[in-house]
C-alpha cells in the first residue's frame, strides 16, 4: 500500500535546479533575440509637445524606434481595464506608448529594438522630447483636496467611491456606550521580486504562429491580450511561462505594454525579440501597493464587543486603473477579519495620483485592513483597561456559527460568506505559543536590566482560492509516467512538488513519476492565474479531480483485462492489481490498452499484447469513450475559502538609539488540510519576511514632483536575512473547507497579512506611544518620544 | 542599467596603468569595483576608459609591523578583516572593516579603493583620517603621500591628481595606553550609517589625555573632533561635535535624529574606548 503523501513534508523536488542556477527564465529563452529598452517619462505629470527620433535611426545596431505615432488599431488603444466594477465611473488605462500626456515617472514613451540592450539604452539617449510640465498630484492627501487633477476629465481625482454596509453603524455607534475615533495610515511598498518583467516573442512567418514567453502569473490572460492587441486568432498564440522568479501579484497584471510592444516588434521585424526589466525600471514602470488613509468610528460596550463600526477610507491607486477596485473593495471587507461587528458601513474613494499604477501585492489590501481593524481592537483594549486578547475574544464568530454570512459582497462579486474557522481555539493556541500570559513577567525581568519590550497580537481572516475556476489534465503514459498540466502558472510556489503529492496519493503511482507543467497555454488552454492564494485550492481540486477521472478509467480498463470487478482491484506504485491475489497489470500496460492503435514499439505495448479487452463486435472506441488513459477536469466553487491566522511578536525598543529589535515572532495559521506542512511553513516564513518590511522598513519615497527618491535596493529597504527573526515559531490548525474535495484554503498571502497590524501593536506596547501609521522606522519612533516628551512638558 | 560604452584596457605594469591614465582625461581605475561598477551601471558615470589594475603586480599586500599597518591598493577587506596581526596592531581597522558592507562586497572591494572613492558616509576614510593614517599615490611625478588631513578636500573629492594611482595605505599602530571603540547605526545590517562614530582615547591612570572621535555619514567630507579639552572640563562631547558637524535629513533620518544618534553614539564609543584604553595599559 502506497503511503499517503498529503500532509507530509515532501522535499521540495523544483529546488535543487532553482538553488543550483539551472532554473530557466524568460532572459534564458532565445540568447539571439534583439533587445528592447523602453524611453520612460522623467515627469511626473506632463504634456508631450513633440518627439524627436530621428537621430535614433542612424545608429548602427538599430532596428526600430518607435513612439505612439507608430502604432495602429487595438495597439493605438488604451491597454485594457481587466476587471471593471460599476462604481469605477472614472476608469482610465495608460497607452502601450504615451499618448500626448504621460501621468507618471516611468511611463513608457517610446521603445527601441537593437542588436543588444547596450546598444538599445545607448539610443534612447538620442530621442528628443519636448515636455510641457504640469503640475504632479502626489500623495492622498493631495489627490484629494483635488486643487490639481491628474487626469483632466476627472473630477476631485476619484475614480471610484464605494459604499457597503450590513445594519446601521451610525445609528449603532450613536447609541454605543463608549465610542473611539482613529485616524490610520499606511504607506506604499511593493512586491520586488528577484526578476522583474521578461518578455520573448518569436514570429513563425511560415506558420502564421506567434509564439511568447513571459514572466506573468497570467499565461491564458496574456494569450488572450496580445490576440486581441496584434489581432491574431487565440489558437495562433502560445504562451508559456517558464521558470518565474517571484511574483507576488506585480504579474497578474496584463498586459504590461511590453507585452504587448514586444509581440508586435517580433511580428514586424521577424526576429525573435525580448525584453528584460531592469531593476530601476521595476520601480517606476511595474506596479506598487498599500497607500491608503483610514478614518475609523467605533461603538462599543463595556466588554469591548464592537457595537458599530464606520470605516471610511482613501485608497491610492496611481496614474491608471488596469486592474480595477480589486485592493480597496478587498480592505473594505475584509478588514472584518475574524470579528462580527453589530453593524458595519464602509465607504471608500479611489483617487488618482501621478505615481505608479497600484495592483495587488501579497495580501492585497489585507494588511491595510488588519491593520484598521487590529489597530481599533487595541485601542477598544487600551480605552476599558482590558487584555488585548479579550477584547478580541469577544468579538470573534464562534465555531459554530459557521458558514457566517457578513451581509457584505466579497471581491469576487459573491457574498462574503466565511465556510468554516476556529477562532477561539486558534487564539488560545497564538497565547500559549509567544507567551502571551507570562509577557508581565518578562517584560518585568527586561525592565530591570534597562531594556523596553512589548508585545503584540493581530488577528486576520483571508479570502482564498477565488474563482472562477481552474482545469487539469492528467495523462498517464505507456511508460506508467503521469504527465499532468494545468494552465495557471509558477513562480516558486513549490506547485510540481505539491501537485504531484495529490496525484501520487489519488492515481496510486510514485510521487517521481508524476511531472507538473504549469502555464503553458499549448497544455491548458483554459485557466486563470496564480494569485489570490489560489493555486492549491483551485488547481489542487481540479487534479485531484482530474486524477481521480483517469483512475476511474484505468480500473474500470484494468478489469476487463484482469478478469475482475473494479471494486476488487487497488492501485499501489503504478501497478493495479486484484486485492489478495496475484493477479495484475502495470498501469502503463492499462495506457496501451486504452489506445486501440496498438503499435508495438516500446515494451509496454509489447508487455500489453498478453492482455485483451474490448468487444470485438463494437467500434474500437466506444460511443462517449476516448482512446488514451487521461483525466480532465475542472473545479469551480460557488465562493472563496477563508483561511485564517494570528501572528505575535515580541519587540524591543532600544531606548537610547530607537532601534527596534524583534525578540520573537509566532504564528497560528489555519489553511484547512495541508498538502504539505514544509511548504506552507516556507509561504508564512517568506510572508512574514515581507511584513518585516513593510512594517519597519519598505516605503515608496516620493517627493512632491512625483520623483521616486529610493528606486533602488540600495535605497528601498527590503529586509535582508540579518533583519528577518532567526526563528519563527509556527503552529497550525486545521479547520477543512467545505467547499473542495480536499478541504484545503489559500496560504500564500498568509505570513505578510498581519505584519504592520502585529509591530505597531507591540512597538505601542514598548513604548506606551500611539502608534497610528506604518511603516516605522527609528527616526520616525524618535520624532514620536520627542512629541510625547513635548507634550508632556519635558524638556525635548 | 547598461553602462554607456568605454575603452577598458588592463595593464600588466604600474608603468602602463600611468601611461594609461595619461592618456585620457576622462579614464578612471577600476580596482574592486564595488562603488564603481554600479555608477557605470546606472549611468550616473561614464569615464571614457576604465583601466582595470587587478593584473598589476605586488599591490595585494598587508603588511604589519611595529610602526602600523601598509594595506596594497589590491588588497580586499575581507583579507585585511581577517588578518590577527591587523586586529593586533591596530584593532580599529579590524573593527571598522567589519561594518563594512556584506561580506560579498568585502570579498572584492579593496580598502585602498574605498579610501580613495572618499564617501564619506563609508568607514574607511573616517577611520584612515581618525588615526592619522596616510595614502601613498603614484604619478607621472613619481611617487608621494598624502597625508589623511589632506587626502579628503570635498563630497566624493579627494586630492589625488587624476593621472595618479593609490597604490598603498597606511594606518599607524595603537599606541599603549590608548583604546579605540566603533559603533555605527544602519537602516539595515551592512547598509550604509545613519551614523557612525569611532573613537581613540589616551589615558594616564584615570586621567585622559587625549581623546578623538571620527564620524561618517554627518558631514560631507570624514569628520575628526578632538574631544579631550570637552572631557577634561566635564563638558559634553556630543556637543562639541555636533558644533563641527552637519547633520542632514534625508529619507532614512531626520537631521534632529542622527543629532540625537551623535550624542548616544559619541558617549558609547568613548566609555568603550576608556575601558579598552584601561585594559591596554
Not at chain 1, 459582497?409 to 505559543?433: C, H, N, V, W
Not at chain 1, 487497488?570 to 492489481?577: C, L, P, R, T, W
Not at chain 2, 584615570?206 to 560631507?220: E, M
Request: charged content about 20%.
Amino acid at each position: 500500500m502506497t503511503t499517503k503523501l498529503m500532509g507530509t513534508k515532501v522535499q521540495r523536488v523544483e529546488d535543487d535546479r532553482l538553488v543550483r542556477g539551472t532554473g530557466r527564465y524568460v532572459d534564458d529563452v532565445a540568447p539571439d533575440a534583439l533587445h528592447v529598452a523602453v524611453l520612460r517619462s522623467p515627469h511626473a505629470h506632463a504634456r508631450i509637445l513633440s518627439i524627436d527620433v530621428e537621430a535614433v535611426l542612424d545608429i548602427e545596431g538599430v532596428h526600430a524606434v518607435w513612439t505612439y505615432e507608430d502604432l495602429d488599431g487595438a495597439m493605438a488603444e488604451p491597454l485594457p481595464l481587466l476587471i471593471p466594477h460599476p462604481t469605477l465611473t472614472h476608469g482610465r488605462t495608460q497607452y502601450a506608448l504615451a499618448k500626448d500626456e504621460v501621468n507618471y515617472v516611468g511611463e513608457a514613451i517610446a521603445m527601441v529594438v537593437a542588436d543588444n540592450r547596450y546598444l538599445a539604452e545607448d539610443a534612447l539617449a538620442s530621442i528628443v522630447v519636448d515636455y510641457e510640465l504640469l503640475p504632479a498630484v502626489v500623495g492622498i492627501e493631495t489627490a484629494r483636496a483635488a486643487e490639481r487633477l491628474v487626469h483632466d476629465d476627472v473630477p476631485g481625482n476619484v475614480a471610484a467611491r464605494m459604499e457597503q454596509s450590513n445594519g446601521d453603524a451610525a445609528a449603532a455607534i450613536a447609541a454605543a456606550p463608549h465610542t473611539l475615533s482613529l485616524d490610520l495610515a499606511i504607506e506604499r511598498s511593493a512586491c520586488m521580486p528577484m526578476e522583474g518583467r521578461g518578455v520573448v516573442a518569436k514570429w513563425d512567418a511560415d506558420n502564421g504562429r506567434l509564439q511568447v514567453w513571459s514572466s506573468t502569473q497570467t499565461s491564458t490572460g496574456v494569450r488572450a491580450a496580445v490576440a486581441a492587441k496584434l489581432g491574431l486568432d487565440l489558437l495562433k498564440v502560445d504562451v508559456i511561462t517558464p521558470d518565474v522568479g517571484g511574483g507576488f501579484g506585480v504579474k497578474i497584471n496584463h498586459p504590461w505594454p511590453e507585452e504587448v510592444l514586444v509581440p508586435l516588434a517580433a511580428m514586424r521585424l521577424g526576429r525573435p525579440v525580448k525584453f528584460t526589466e531592469d531593476r530601476r525600471e521595476h520601480f517606476i514602470s511595474s506596479a506598487h501597493e498599500r497607500a491608503q488613509l483610514h478614518h475609523v468610528e467605533v461603538g462599543f460596550d463595556d466588554d469591548g464587543r464592537v457595537l458599530g463600526l464606520d470605516v471610511r477610507f482613501w485608497h491610492d491607486h496611481g496614474a491608471y486603473t488596469p486592474y480595477g477596485l480589486i485592493v480597496p473593495i478587498i480592505t473594505s471587507t475584509q478588514l472584518l477579519g475574524p470579528y462580527k461587528p453589530g453593524a458595519y458601513h464602509v465607504q471608500f474613494d479611489s483617487l488618482y495620483t501621478n505615481t505608479v499604477i497600484v495592483t495587488p501585492y501579497r495580501g492585497a489590501g489585507r494588511p491595510q485592513g488588519c491593520f484598521v481593524m487590529e489597530r481599533t481592537m487595541d485601542a477598544i483594549a487600551a480605552s476599558l483597561g482590558k487584555d488585548r486578547a479579550e477584547v478580541r475574544a469577544v468579538n470573534f464568530i464562534q465555531p459554530d456559527e459557521f458558514p457566517y454570512d457578513h451581509g457584505l459582497i466579497f471581491q469576487d462579486g459573491r457574498e462574503l460568506e466565511y465556510d468554516s474557522g476556529d477562532y477561539p481555539a486558534m487564539l488560545t493556541k497564538i497565547k500559549d505559543l509567544v507567551g502571551w500570559d507570562e509577557f508581565e513577567q518578562f517584560r518585568a525581568e527586561m525592565a530591570g536590566q534597562g531594556r523596553r519590550v512589548g508585545i503584540g497580537l493581530a488577528c486576520y481572516v483571508e479570502g482564498t482560492g477565488v474563482g472562477p475556476y481552474e482545469g487539469a489534465h492528467v495523462h498517464i503514459e505507456t511508460s506508467g509516467k503521469v504527465k499532468v498540466a494545468t494552465g495557471l502558472t509558477s513562480q516558486g510556489q513549490g506547485h510540481q512538488t505539491a501537485f504531484a503529492q495529490i496525484v501520487a496519493d489519488e492515481l496510486g503511482v510514485r510521487f517521481e513519476d508524476v511531472e507538473v507543467t504549469t502555464g503553458d497555454t499549448r497544455r491548458m488552454p483554459y485557466a486563470v492565474g496564480t494569485f489570490a492564494s489560489r493555486a492549491a485550492v483551485m488547481s489542487g481540486s481540479a487534479i485531484h479531480k482530474a486524477a481521480k477521472k483517469a483512475k476511474e478509467k484505468a480500473l474500470r480498463i484494468a478489469a476487463e483485462a484482469l478478469e475482475a470487478d473494479v471494486e476488487d482491484l487497488e492501485i499501489a506504485d503504478g501497478v493495479v492489481s486484484v486485492r489478495g491475489t496475484d493477479a495484475s497489470i502495470p498501469l502503463g500496460t492499462v495506457a496501451v490498452l486504452s489506445n486501440p492503435l496498438r503499435y508495438a514499439f516500446d515494451e509496454a505495448s509489447k508487455a500489453a499484447t498478453q492482455f485483451s479487452v474490448g468487444d470485438p463486435g463494437k467500434p474500437p472506441v466506444a460511443e462517449g469513450d476516448e482512446p488514451g488513459l487521461e483525466g480532465k477536469d475542472f473545479y469551480s466553487p460557488p465562493r472563496s475559502t477563508f483561511a485564517s491566522g494570528m501572528h505575535a511578536v515580541i519587540v524591543e525598543t532600544d531606548p537610547d538609539t530607537c532601534e527596534i529589535k524583534i525578540l520573537k515572532y509566532a504564528v497560528v495559521h489555519d489553511c484547512g488540510h495541508l498538502i504539505n506542512p514544509m511548504i506552507v511553513e516556507g509561504q508564512i516564513h517568506g510572508g512574514v519576511a515581507q511584513g518585516v518590511g513593510g512594517a519597519l522598513y519598505e516605503r515608496m519615497a516620493y517627493d512632491e514632483s512625483g520623483q521616486l527618491l529610493n528606486a533602488s535596493f540600495m535605497d528601498f529597504l527590503m529586509p535582508y536575512v540579518t533583519e528577518v527573526p532567526t526563528s519563527i515559531d509556527i503552529d497550525h490548525l486545521e479547520t477543512p473547507s467545505p467547499l473542495n474535495p480536499l478541504g484545503i484554503k489559500g496560504a500564500g498571502e498568509a505570513g505578510v497579512i498581519p505584519g504592520s497590524a502585529a509591530f505597531a501593536a507591540a512597538i505601542e506596547d514598548a513604548e506606551r506611544l500611539s502608534i497610528t501609521a506604518m511603516p516605522i522606522s527609528p527616526s520616525e519612533l524618535f520624532a514620536l518620544r520627542q512629541a510625547a516628551s513635548t507634550n508632556a512638558g519635558e524638556t525635548p | 542599467m547598461k553602462p554607456a560604452p568605454f575603452d577598458y584596457v588592463r595593464p600588466g605594469s604600474l608603468g602602463e596603468a600611468l601611461q594609461a591614465l595619461a592618456g585620457h582625461a576622462e579614464a578612471k581605475v577600476l580596482a574592486g569595483g564595488q562603488s564603481l561598477v554600479p555608477l557605470l551601471s546606472m549611468r550616473l558615470a561614464a569615464p571614457a576608459v576604465l583601466v582595470d589594475i587587478n593584473a598589476l603586480p605586488d599591490l595585494d599586500h598587508v603588511r604589519v609591523d611595529a610602526a602600523g599597518v601598509r594595506i596594497g591598493a589590491l588588497a580586499r577587506h575581507a583579507r585585511v578583516l581577517a588578518d590577527p596581526d591587523v586586529a593586533r596592531v591596530q584593532p580599529l581597522v579590524t573593527q571598522a572593516l567589519a561594518n563594512v558592507a556584506h561580506a560579498t562586497i568585502r570579498n572584492r572591494g579593496t580598502t585602498v579603493g574605498s579610501l580613495v572613492h572618499a564617501d564619506a558616509a563609508a568607514e574607511m576614510p573616517m577611520i584612515l583620517r581618525l588615526l592619522e593614517g596616510s595614502v601613498d599615490v603614484v604619478g607621472p611625478s613619481g611617487r608621494r603621500t598624502i597625508a589623511a588631513e589632506d587626502l579628503y578636500v570635498g563630497p566624493l573629492e579627494s586630492s589625488l591628481h587624476h593621472d595618479e594611482i593609490a597604490v598603498e595605505a597606511f594606518f599607524p599602530a595603537l599606541p599603549a595606553n590608548t583604546g579605540v571603540a566603533f559603533a555605527e547605526i544602519a537602516r539595515r545590517h551592512g547598509d550604509y550609517a545613519m551614523v557612525g562614530v569611532a573613537a581613540v582615547v589616551t589615558v594616564e591612570g584615570d586621567q585622559i589625555t587625549s581623546a578623538k572621535a571620527g564620524y561618517l555619514s554627518v558631514s560631507d567630507v570624514p569628520v575628526v573632533v578632538d574631544l579631550t579639552e570637552t572631557l577634561q572640563q566635564g563638558g559634553d562631547p556630543g556637543e562639541t561635535a555636533l558644533a563641527l558637524l552637519e547633520p542632514e535629513t534625508d529619507i532614512h533620518a531626520t537631521a534632529e535624529y542622527r543629532a540625537h544618534l551623535v550624542r548616544v553614539l559619541t558617549a558609547r564609543v568613548l566609555t568603550a574606548a576608556v575601558e579598552n584604553a584601561q585594559e591596554r595599559v
